[in-house]
């Protein structure tokens, strides 16, 4: 019998489930986005600790399901008399009312927990990579348009200075060009500044130098209607998932507090292994059932825990609908928000456009002594300041695309997660 019950302990104990991680690379596209992104699910500490956390929570799993197996003591009495003796005991549970079995789903629903825990940090680390992949180009189209203004001032610069030496303009007007030439310079440094953190964040999110930055792939930001997109993160949300997982978690304490009530009965099995009173060296076996029940508090502590266990579950259902609520709104808000940018995007087009000829009709205007310097360089200024809106808003329009396909898991695949 010993060796029956060890023996189904150690295949058992070969069976217990294992949880591998992989992350699947088979996907068509290798734009650095995407190799960013994946970089983030593998590396990211963030990321590796909900990992491990699922390995803890599937041995949590094992060693409930373990309870089923008999539960083997020994015992041992040593006296200065003739009575010492030592017998092995092996209690084996026939029926503890549901607690083995509400412990092993609960087991699993934390398990599942686990793994949604990890599809929602997944989501939330990709959403800021894409994000901050996507400002990073942003703010490097704004350093060109920067860089640009920068020529432009130096153009208008060399022509005072001409003018300057021909005593046809005054010394005023190239100091004025020399100091927008000096605020276009700063703008830049002040970009390259925000270049320069934005590829510190990337960093830490990746943990990986990414060298080139190919533009977003235009398909991840071409979204259906508006209620698609709402329907569609409200179908895939981890956040929701988890919500009603953990419904289904405090109805299982509901049941755990339940069975806590019932009387346990145990298929018992003695054997003695020394019995020095014993001269005859005749060893008992023993068999029978054992009925073990106990009410702590005369039975009211354990109602208290069932009242309480009831009450978390209408706490959960009331905090899932909350998350369904909070949802729904953070999607409304970035789908407003992307109406918003698409309108400023198409209106500061015309705004560049609109500078731009204005710009060339007051050159022409100023050679032919009717337009001011001052008037000039403030229209040079305002058609700079019209292209870096619209690169700021371009980028804008993506990262807000970028939030909206991660959270409808269009990145998912791409990025190696199996949802």
């Known amino acids: 019998m010993i060796r029956f019950i060890l023996f189904a302990m150690i295949c058992t104990s070969t069976a217990l489930p294992s949880t591998v991680f992989a992350i699947e690379t088979t996907t068509n596209t290798s734009n650095s986005l995407f190799s960013a992104l994946k970089s983030t699910l593998k590396l990211n500490p963030r990321v590796l600790t909900e990992r491990n956390k699922i390995v803890a929570f599937s041995r949590d799993l094992a060693s409930e399901k373990m309870q089923r197996l008999p539960a083997l003591s020994v015992l041992a009495e040593v006296e200065d008399s003739d009575d010492s003796k030592g017998l092995i005991r092996v209690l084996q549970p026939l029926w503890v009312g549901g607690?083995?079995?509400?412990?092993?789903?609960?087991?699993?629903?934390?398990?599942?927990?686990?793994?949604?825990?990890?599809?929602?940090?997944?989501?939330?680390?990709?959403?800021?990579?894409?994000?901050?992949?996507?400002?990073?180009?942003?703010?490097?189209?704004?350093?060109?348009?920067?860089?640009?203004?920068?020529?432009?001032?130096?153009?208008?610069?060399?022509?005072?200075?001409?003018?300057?030496?021909?005593?046809?303009?005054?010394?005023?007007d190239v100091q004025l060009a020399q100091s927008r030439l000096y605020q276009a310079t700063l703008q830049n440094e002040d970009l390259k500044g925000q270049?320069?953190?934005?590829?510190?964040?990337?960093?830490?999110?990746?943990?990986?130098?990414?060298?080139?930055?190919?533009?977003?792939?235009?398909?991840?930001?071409?979204?259906?209607g508006h209620a698609q997109i709402e329907s569609t993160v409200v179908k895939v949300s981890a956040r929701l998932a988890q919500a009603k997982l953990e419904i289904e978690k405090s109805r299982m304490d509901v049941a755990l507090s339940k069975s806590e009530a019932m009387p346990r009965?145990?298929?018992?099995?003695?054997?003695?292994?020394?019995?020095?009173?014993n001269t005859g060296q005749n060893l008992d076996t023993s068999v029978g059932l054992v009925i073990e029940g106990t009410l702590q508090g005369a039975g009211f502590s354990n109602w208290e825990r069932i009242k309480s266990a009831d009450a978390r579950v209408r706490a959960t259902r009331m905090q899932s609908d909350s998350e369904n609520n909070d949802i729904r709104r953070n999607t409304l808000t970035l789908l407003s928000d992307r109406d918003m940018f698409r309108q400023f995007f198409t209106l500061n087009q015309s705004l560049v456009q609109s500078t731009a000829k204005t710009l060339t009709s007051y050159f022409r205007q100023y050679e032919a002594g009717r337009k001011s310097w001052l008037d000039l360089l403030n229209i040079q200024q305002e058609h700079a300041r019209a292209r870096l809106t619209l690169e700021q808003v371009r980028s804008s329009l993506e990262q807000v695309g970028l939030r909206l396909a991660v959270q409808m898991g269009r990145l998912d695949s791409l990025s190696g997660i199996n949802p």
């Open 99 to 172: 607690r083995i079995d509400n412990a092993i789903v609960k087991a699993e629903i934390q398990l599942k927990l686990a793994d949604t825990e990890l599809l929602r940090v997944q989501r939330e680390l990709m959403e800021q990579t894409a994000v901050t992949y996507a400002n990073l180009l942003g703010l490097k189209e704004r350093i060109k348009a920067a860089e640009m203004n920068i020529k432009e001032h130096q153009r208008l610069l060399d022509l005072i200075n001409r003018r300057q030496e021909g005593n046809i303009s005054s010394m005023t």
């Open 195 to 224: 270049l320069q953190r934005t590829r510190t964040e990337l960093y830490a999110l990746t943990l990986t130098r990414i060298k080139d930055h190919e533009p977003v792939p235009t398909f991840l930001t071409d979204l259906p």
């Open 265 to 277: 009965v145990y298929g018992r099995l003695e054997q003695e292994l020394y019995n020095r009173g």
